[in-house]
């Protein structure tokens, strides 16, 4: 079963932008793309965005989706404090139908 | 607002029969397909299946031998059975609901708290 790869771990500065990426295979990033989820320490997944940019009710605008090939991204404007937290992309593998998550990257902003 | 409220033993020793129960309140059942996901201590989230309220199951490849997804849709429950488990199952669960547009599969928008389970001797 083929799996989403994310940087394990990414650091950018209060206010500043940061991109998370995730990168799949065409059955699954490449077709439907990826959903993004926010998961604080001790806590549920939260879902940001589907679909690959369609936000959720009461999801910042901070934060926005897209895909490029077998690549999708989530890009974070304006960090916030509690922007800090684990970002995981997901996918709808349509020819076996699973869903594969990301291994996940831990967000710092310094 | 759409709440899913799961409960079952936390703590189980190797061999047993894990069983947890979440359930949906404050929304429609159909129309969805609704997940078990998983998460080890410190580590990465890990789908083990889904079912939609007519009890179409979809399952994790790796999990399916032992996995056993069932619903209720009277009580708009569905459950997760997962049999022998070892210290490897130990993981926090998770229900969540998938939010579909017709049969693509969208994302997970809503989850549970979460349930610790423990396999130990």
């Known amino acids: 079963q083929a799996g989403l790869t994310q940087p394990p771990s990414v650091s950018k500065g209060l206010r500043q932008t940061a991109t998370l990426t995730c990168t799949g295979n065409s059955n699954i990033v490449g077709n439907q793309g990826a959903a993004w989820l926010q998961q604080h320490q001790g806590h549920p997944p939260k879902l940001l965005s589907y679909r690959n940019n369609n936000r959720p009710s009461g999801i910042s605008e901070r934060f926005s989706a897209s895909r490029s090939g077998n690549t999708a991204s989530l890009t974070i404007t304006g960090l916030q404090p509690e922007d800090e937290a684990d970002y995981y992309c997901s996918a709808w593998d349509s020819s076996l139908s699973v869903w594969v998550f990301g291994g996940g990257t831990k967000l710092t902003v310094l | 607002q759409v709440q899913l409220q799961q409960w079952g033993a936390g703590l189980l020793k190797p061999s047993e029969t894990l069983s947890l129960t979440c359930a949906v309140y404050g929304g429609s059942f159909s129309g969805y397909y609704w997940s078990w996901i998983r998460q080890p201590p410190g580590k990465g989230l890990e789908w083990i299946g889904e079912?939609?309220?007519?009890?179409?199951?979809n399952y994790n490849p790796s999990l399916k031998s032992r996995v056993t997804i069932s619903v209720d849709t009277s009580k708009n429950q569905f459950s997760l059975k997962l049999s022998s488990v070892t210290a490897a199952d130990t993981a926090v669960y998770y229900c969540?609901?998938?939010?579909?547009?017709?049969?693509?599969?969208?994302?997970?928008?809503?989850w549970g708290k979460g349930t610790t389970v423990t396999v130990s001797s």
């Open positions: 969540a609901r998938t939010r579909m547009f017709v049969w693509l599969h969208e994302g997970m928008d809503v």
């Open positions: 079912i939609n309220h007519s009890g179409s199951t």
